[in-house]
């Protein structure tokens, strides 16, 4: 297409309600501040032994990021992605509304999502190393993935959060590090990884650490 017609083209649809399918959208549900740490720890434990898990990866969109990140770092380390890849759990969702006076809240996000839409995503980008797992948390052993060096924890409430801390921290190296999302108090709807992460830390006699508002951070 000449470059003439081509920017005609854009100028229409600018006007129209198609310009959200093709102006630039920032589309992580982290911030740039927050993506760049992920990266920076990741490089912290580089030298350390074991394999990467991200658990609760919804579309993938950190996903990419972080395998980039780790391409252009020449840091090649086996990656897990694990989601159920269909939305929340009902256990995990009554828990909430019942244990934990969420009954206005609603969690229907990340639905609309399945394995083999993130596994071309993955594709598309060129990325071979990152192996996606869709179970439950709650019913899957995250040990088996183990050893690890680094876990990237995203499963947003507290009943799964609190299961998958155990396990995760269980098989973390020596050196290594769990960066457990949404650890801010005052976001309501996702509090339950708050105080799933807090809890977890008086467990191991540790005070929390939280970066850039809401990244709990545990070192082993």
Same mark, same amino acid.
């Given at each position: 297409m000449h470059p003439a017609m081509h920017k005609l083209i854009k100028d229409i649809l600018l006007l129209s309600p198609l310009r959200r399918r093709f102006l630039h959208v920032y589309n992580y549900y982290f911030t740039a501040a927050q993506l760049c740490f992920l990266g920076q720890c990741i490089e912290e434990t580089r030298g @350390? %032994?074991?394999s990467i898990a991200e658990v609760g990866v919804a579309a993938g969109m950190t996903t990419i990021f972080l395998n980039n990140y780790m391409d252009a770092q020449e840091i090649d380390k086996t990656y897990y992605a694990i989601d159920t890849f269909s939305g929340f759990v009902a256990k995990d969702v *009554?828990? *909430?509304r019942a244990h934990r006076g969420k009954k206005r809240e609603r969690y229907s996000s990340f639905q609309v999502n399945k394995k083999t839409w993130f596994d071309a995503s993955m594709q598309q980008n060129g990325i071979t190393r990152v192996h996606s797992i869709e179970a439950d948390v709650n019913e899957y052993d995250l040990a088996s993935l183990g050893p690890l060096s680094f876990a990237l924890l995203d499963v947003d409430l507290y009943r799964p959060m609190k299961k998958a801390l155990k396990e995760l921290y269980s098989v973390l190296s020596p050196g290594g590090m769990i960066v @457990? &999302? &949404?650890? &801010? %108090?005052s976001n309501v709807k996702w509090d339950g990884s708050d105080q799933a992460y807090k809890e977890f830390m008086e467990e191991l006699g540790l005070a929390p650490e939280i970066f850039h508002q809401k990244l709990g951070i545990i070192r082993k």
């Open positions: @350390v %032994s074991g *009554e828990f *909430e @457990v &999302d &949404d650890c &801010d %108090s």
